[in-house]
DNA sequence: ATAGTCCCTAGAGCAAGATCTAAGTCAAGT
DNA sequence: ACTTGACTTAGATCTTGCTCTAGGGACTAT
């Protein structure tokens, strides 16, 4: 429990795969309201907010934008009182995350529509000279 | 097969759901480069236009840049000596999109995880002011 | 004490993908 | 004849999400 290892903005970047400047655009843009700073304003960042910036980066590859994350986060800072309103977020996303993935199976679909009409085509079957 | 219905720009942005405005961009951009014109000079669509806006509108959702959509479509435009190679991109593509399911489905996992820890926490177990 | 390396800020710049503007053409309807 | 409305162009502008620059501070090793 007192093992509270700390990370500098360079090894938080390395670990999860932003570049430094981004993590400090999060920040600027109240994505990450919550880092401190030693006495000489170099950030400082623990476990938690690695954990916490994989979790930003779930809701952003699905579709959240950066202001929409930053109201998220609002709503957590406020603590307790927000709780319902952040698990009805929580359950739009995932609402959307499965639209798009229902979405992109259509598409598999698709491609796999056009891969078996190529292939015919190849065999020597027509050629319009039009997209098809 | 002599039914062959035409469209105008506004029509096919209806039917698209795509704007006029993106239609001509697409076609700037040498995405639609075998629309015929009128003596008016006036855009004229046909059925199997549609049919490439879908899939090239698939193409675009699975995360396919403008670029390579030119690509694609100057392999189409050669005609049959590109088949393998366009078989190969959109076998590529089809790959990229089933690790975009995958990723998306592990997504939702984290999603449902978070919700479960903020409806416990609703249930009175804890609060510690931090994002989680 | 000098270099190297990491950190800081404010703000500029960039790329992609639209989206809109200005100025104008064209055809149909009244 | 004239309005309406849909179309045309070239090119400017916008939005998002970074990404980088300039100028500087702080710590470590030599």
Not at 105 to 116: A, E, L, N, Q, R
Request: with cysteine; net charge negative; aromatic share 8%.
């Amino acid at each position: 429990m007192s093992l509270n290892i700390q990370y500098t903005i360079g090894q938080v970047a390395e670990k999860s795969n932003l570049s430094i400047h981004t993590l400090r655009y999060y920040e600027k843009e109240g994505i990450l309201p919550f880092i401190k700073r030693n006495e000489s304003g170099i950030r400082i960042y623990e476990d938690e907010h690695i954990e916490w910036l994989k979790f930003i980066c779930c809701l952003r590859d699905t579709g959240m934008s950066i202001s929409q994350l930053k109201e998220f986060v609002e709503l957590t800072v406020q603590g307790d009182a927000t709780i319902e309103e952040r698990i009805q977020m929580l359950e739009l996303q995932k609402k959307t995350v499965q639209d798009q993935v229902n979405t992109l199976m259509s598409y598999i679909g698709m491609i796999d529509f056009k891969i078996d009409r190529y292939s015919k085509e190849k065999a020597g079957i027509k050629s319009t000279g039009q997209p098809e």
